[in-house]
């Protein structure tokens, strides 16, 4: 018999080292580079790939009507992410370039450009050494549908698309307020960006071609061309209304081009649970569990269970539930870390909750290679813990739980026998939610790449955000961003 037939265990080790160094994307963009640029000798080729590094930079395009704002919008995002801004304009105003000479001749007598003329000035500037290393950001590129299809035969694909829209009596109203600076070539506009001073105000002009008529030529034109156009984009076009302050334009596309979009690759989710008592863990865990066949691994019960079993371990556990005081830390971490070794935990995945509490336990999970790649810290306010805890009951006849509001006994009869747990009693809430909020900076400090949610909404909706988490990739994380760095801009 083949052995290679035969299940196989893989060491939970292999997974976790290919999914922290993205090995399967790596590959896969080394395979795609290899098939568009077929060099004659590709091991050189592929060593050069590598040393780039150039794997993650920014390849956007961004797309829109006239006065829809997307050269602001590119020149904030080229800024931000310190990438090269890639324009009609800038492409043939290229210094020693015969191709952009060329260009420069044919745009100055037909005020346009030939679509392979254009492609291949793209292509030339592509090439150089700064667009591969930092990306770029095309402004308004491509126009048509054959100036699309001409990129991608060049294996030039972006990997974000931004299409701002308006209504077309917004732009029009936009481009009529347009006025230009002939001193400086400075933009502005009557409306939504007037200089305070009269002597600039004075020499301001109105730029030719905004017209009306001449605008509402060019927008039926623009979407003419645009229906055509968005079909070689699929999934990754990302629709923006250009109709509201400039600024918050630029931050939804600043959020979209940080999103890295779902791969091939496998993936088996860790996922840890945080939050205070309460704050809904367990319904979240157990959702992930029945929707994705992820193990659901609750520390307190791991160790009730293993009390129960009479282990080696429950007995050293035994004593400190008898105390009521906390168990160690490494007795923890014996009983854990048997559960995540177990065949189910590698293969399917997990989902922990209720460890670790602080920053010293995860720094001992994580020496020992118990790595989430997926962290959500759910966030509830006190008054609505108070709520969720302190009213709940329990049968004693029948040992059936309930909620005094949200699952309130059938009969008055069975009211009045229910009891309420001693941890349920506010006092007890309060030093135990004291307790993770004090831990909790740190632990969020630790796990970097942790999402925060509001707990305090339906579980459901919790749920959906919990979910889109865990199966599309995390987003990248860039340097803040000071308002007063980006001036009001052309809106082209």
């Known amino acids: 018999m083949d052995a290679t037939t035969a299940p196989h265990r893989i060491p939970p080790e292999m997974p976790q080292y290919g999914e922290a160094n993205h090995i399967f994307e790596l590959m896969q963009n080394l395979l795609e580079q290899l098939l568009i640029q077929q060099p004659k000798d590709p091991i050189p080729f592929m060593i050069k790939h590598l040393q780039r590094d150039s794997d993650y930079v ?41 191709l952009a000479a060329d260009a420069r001749t044919h745009y100055q007598k037909f005020q346009t450009l030939p679509d392979v003329l254009l492609v291949r000035l793209l292509q030339e500037r592509l090439r150089e050494e700064d667009c591969i290393r930092r990306g770029w950001i095309l402004d308004g590129i491509p126009e048509t549908r054959e100036q699309a299809l001409l990129i991608q035969t060049l294996g030039v694909s ?16 936009r481009n009529l307020g347009k006025r230009i600076d002939p001193q400086t070539g400075e933009i502005y506009h009557t409306t939504f960006d007037w200089p305070p001073e009269s002597e600039i105000q004075d020499r301001l002009i109105a730029p030719a071609g905004i017209s009306e008529g001449e605008t509402a030529r060019r927008l039926l034109e623009y979407h003419r061309n645009m229906v055509r156009i968005l079909p070689s984009y699929p999934k990754i076009v990302k629709v923006i209304t250009a109709d509201q302050p400039c600024v918050d334009v630029f931050y939804q596309a600043l959020t979209y081009v940080q999103t890295v979009h779902r791969s091939n690759a496998p993936f088996t989710p860790r996922v840890l649970l945080c939050g205070p008592v309460g704050s809904g863990k367990s319904l979240q ?6 929707k994705y066949g992820l193990v659901n691994v609750c520390c307190g019960q791991l160790l009730k269970e293993a009390v129960a079993d009479k282990s080696k371990y429950g007995e050293m556990i035994r004593p400190f539930f008898e105390k009521e005081t906390a168990v160690p830390s490494y007795i923890i971490m014996k009983v854990l870390g048997q559960r995540l070794d177990q065949q189910d935990c590698v293969e399917r995945g997990w989902v922990l909750h209720g460890f670790p509490r602080d920053r010293d336990q995860a720094c001992l999970m994580d020496s020992m290679g118990y790595k989430p790649n997926r962290v959500f810290f759910l966030n509830v306010p006190f008054d609505s813990i108070i709520e969720r805890l302190t009213l709940r009951r329990t049968d004693p006849v029948t040992g059936e739980r309930s909620h005094l509001m949200y699952k309130p006994p059938p009969t008055m009869e069975i ?16 030093l135990r939610m004291e307790l993770f909020y004090r831990n909790s900076a740190e632990l969020q400090e630790f796990y970097r790449q942790a999402i925060t949610l509001n707990g305090d909404q339906d579980p459901y909706t919790v749920f959906e955000y919990i979910e889109s988490g865990v199966i599309n990739p995390l987003p990248k994380k860039v340097p803040g961003l000071r308002a007063k760095e980006y001036p009001p801009g052309e809106q082209s």
């Open 58 to 98: 920014p390849k956007i395009v961004i797309l829109g009507p006239p006065a829809s704002g997307k050269t602001t919008i590119a020149m904030w995002l080229g800024k931000h992410l310190n990438s090269n801004l890639l324009s009609v304009e800038s492409l043939i105003a290229k210094e020693y370039s015969s």
């Open 158 to 173: 972006p990997r974000h698309v931004i299409v701002l829209s308006a209504p077309d009596t917004v732009l029009i109203e």
């Open 285 to 290: 865990a157990a959702l992930l569990a029945q």
């Open 415 to 430: 009211q009045a026998r229910l009891l309420q747990s001693p941890k349920d009693s506010e006092e007890q809430i309060r």
